[in-house]
C-alpha cells in the first residue's frame, strides 16, 4: 500500500537530502519510492516542504502528497504549529523535532505523535544544527522502516569520510533516542493556517524551462485522460469537448504526458528558440 510522506524544515536543515535518503533507505528495502522535492524561495531559514511516497509497487503518481500518512518536521519551531498536522490521513504518524516528550505535544487531532530532540543530537554529533539525519534514525524507529542499515548504506552513497560517519552517528542516536509513538494528546489546537511552500507550476511561470514541448494530436487523442492524471504540474486542462488542453504557462516540458499517453498521439518537438 502507498505510504505518503510529508517533510518540513527550513532551508540549510536538509529536509530536501532527508525525502532523497528515505526514498533511497526504502528503495534499498525493496520498496519502489520517489522523493518530490519543492522549492520556493531558496534561501536559508525559509519554510521548506519535501514529499516522499513509497509503496510496494511501482509509483506512478507523480501528484504531490496531499494526505500524508507520515508528517517529519525537522524544525522546532515548526514542530510547535498546528498547521503542521493539517491534512494527514486518520491515524497518520507525526514525527517532530522537539525536546519534550509526546505527551506535552500541542499539535493534535486523529493521529499519533512522536519525538526525537534531533537539534540537539545533530549538535553534539555533526556539531551544526542540521536536523536531516538526526531524524532519520526515529523515523526507522516510530515508523518501522526503513531498516537502519538501508539507511547508513544511502547516507554512505550520498557523504562520504568522516561526513557519512557524522551522519551515520546521528541515525544511531535518534534511533535510540525516539520517544514511544502515542495518540496525539489533543485533538486540535491553535491557530490553523496555509503551510508556506513554493511552486512549480502551479504557482509560478516554467514556460521558459522548456527545451521540447508536447504537442497533441486531437485526431488521434482517445480522451483517456492518461496525461491529465499524469501530469505533475497539473498543466493539462479538459476542455467542454472532451479534450486534453495545455496551459503552456504551468507546462515546464518534461515529457511525462508523451510517455503516458497509449496511443502515442503526443509528440514532443523542440521548442524553436528566438534570439529577439
Ligand atoms: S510536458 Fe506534459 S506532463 Fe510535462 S508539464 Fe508539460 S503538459 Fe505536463
Ligand atoms: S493520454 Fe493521449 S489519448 Fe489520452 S487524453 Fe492524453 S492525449 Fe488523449
Known sequence: MVVGI???G???QGAVTASRLLA??????GKFSQAIPMYGT???GAPVTAYVRVDDVRVRERELVHTPEIVMVLDPL???RQTMADDMAEGGL???NAAYPPEEVK????????TVNATNIALETLRRPITNTAILGAFAKAVGWPKLESIEKAIRKQFSGRIADMNVEAIKRSYDECSEVIPAPVKIAGESEAIAVGGYGVLKDVSSWRVFQPVIDMDKCTGCKNCWIYCPETAIKWTDENKPE?????????GICVNECPVGAIEFKRVEIKNE
Open 10 to 12: 527550513r532551508g540549510g
Open 6 to 8: 510529508r517533510i518540513h
Open 94 to 96: 507525526l514525527l517532530l
Open 42 to 44: 531558496e534561501r536559508r
Open 78 to 80: 515548526l514542530s510547535t
Open 24 to 29: 533511497t533507505a526504502a528503495y534499498y528495502d
Open 246 to 254: 495545455i496551459e503552456w504557462r504551468k507546462c515546464k516540458g518534461c
Open 107 to 114: 499539535t493534535g487531532g486523529n493521529i499519533r505523535v512522536a
